[in-house]
C-alpha cells in the first residue's frame, strides 16, 4: 500500500515537473499587456489570403487559429524570433463582426505583447501592415497612398 501511494506521488509530481514553462497564451490575455485595439476592414478568409501572400513574399509565417466552435473568434500570433515563446510574441485576439447596415464586415483586433519597446512597437506595426499590404516585408518602407483625384467643378 505504502509503495502504490509513493508511485502514485513520483508519477504526480513527474506530471507537474514536465508542465510547460513559462508565459501562455491565457496569461498574456492580461488587460494589463493590452496595447490596444483596432479595427481591420476585411473578414476572416480576407485576413487569411494577407497572411498567405505574406508568407509567399517573405517567407513569414504567422499563426492563425479560429476558435473551436466559435467561428467568429480567432488568434494571430506573431513571433519575430521564429520560436513558440510568447514572451516576445505579438498576439492578436480577433472578432469578426457581420455586415450591417452601418458597417461593411470588419474585425477587431485586440493587441496583446509581454514587453513594450521601440523594437516590439515595430513587430505590431508590421503585424498590422500585412493586411494592407501583404507583399510587404518587416523593415521595406510603407508606400505613400495614392492621391485622390480632385473632381472638377
Known sequence: MKKTAMVLTLVLLAGCAAQQQGLRETDLRNPE????????????????GALFKHQAACGEALTFKVDAGQTSYATIIYNPAG???LEHAVMLDLVQHKANFLH?????????????????E???????????????????PTPAPEPKEQSAR
Open 122 to 140: 515595430d513587430s505590431v506595426d508590421h503585424v498590422l501592415r500585412i493586411f494592407s499590404h501583404p507583399e510587404l516585408c518587416k523593415g521595406d
Open 104 to 120: 461593411d464586415e470588419r474585425v477587431k483586433a485586440t493587441i496583446y505583447t509581454y514587453y513594450w519597446n521601440a523594437g516590439v
Open 83 to 85: 520560436t513558440d515563446i
Open 33 to 48: 499587456l493590452m496595447r490596444g485595439e483596432k479595427l481591420i476592414g476585411m473578414n476572416f478568409p480576407k485576413l487569411q
